[in-house]
């Protein structure tokens, strides 16, 4: 009796995967294939396992999808998946490449970024006295000292209220992809979460 044993296939993914839209994913995109057989390594990293979306949006492919695409294709091999068990996918348009827009954009940040790190440090020598930060801001500008400039008090509230919102909100965009996205409130909580099922998971095991 004469036994053929399967051919083994190795595959270790990658966690993430960046592709443009339209964009098909093949299995060597998204992980290294080893196998003895260079014929056989060579049709498993042709085989597609994602057909490619043509809007902006995260997906993912879990590795028993990637199975069962090798195995219709290919017969008398064994798979085996390395690394996690599933793969992330971030569909997304190519970056415009504007000089004008990204000069624009970083000259804004730079400018938030210079007068934002300016108001705290006046904040840090008047011992977090806010009032008196916008008092000495005040005089800085306009050579007038006044008592508690409205004109500069009413707009730092609100811009504090707007800054504060847009942190801890989910981004706002056209795409589906940035949508997708959580805000730093929802992944800290995530964190939180995750942090406090393995705490409990662990004293569990140490009391039994």
Not at 79 to 101: A, M, W
Not at 123 to 143: A, L, P
Not at 173 to 193: A, F, I, M, N, T
């Amino acid at each position: 009796m004469i036994v053929i044993s399967n051919e083994q296939v190795y595959i270790n993914l990658d966690r993430k995967y960046t592709t443009d839209l339209n964009t098909h994913v093949y299995v060597e995109d998204i992980g290294k294939v080893y196998c003895n057989d260079e014929r056989i390594k060579k049709r498993v990293e042709k085989i597609r396992v994602y057909d490619g979306k043509d809007e902006e949006m995260y997906d993912y492919i879990s590795s028993n999808k990637i199975i069962t695409k090798i195995l219709e294709s290919i017969d008398n091999i064994d798979v085996t998946i390395l690394g996690g068990p599933d793969v992330l996918l971030e569909i997304k348009d190519k970056e415009d490449s504007n000089g004008i827009y990204v000069f624009l954009k970083t000259a804004f940040i730079m400018l938030v970024l210079f007068f934002g790190a300016g108001a705290a440090l006046i904040n840090f020598y008047e011992d977090v006295n806010m009032k008196s930060s916008v008092e000495k801001i005040y005089y800085f500008i306009t050579g007038v000292k006044k008592e508690n400039p409205l004109i500069m008090t009413i707009p730092l509230s609100f811009g504090i209220g707007l800054g504060m919102f847009a942190f801890f909100s989910r981004v706002s965009s056209l795409s589906k992809r940035r949508k997708q996205e959580p805000g730093p409130l929802e992944l800290e909580l995530y964190l939180y979460d995750k942090d406090l099922e393995d705490y409990i998971l662990d004293d569990l095991k140490k009391n039994h």
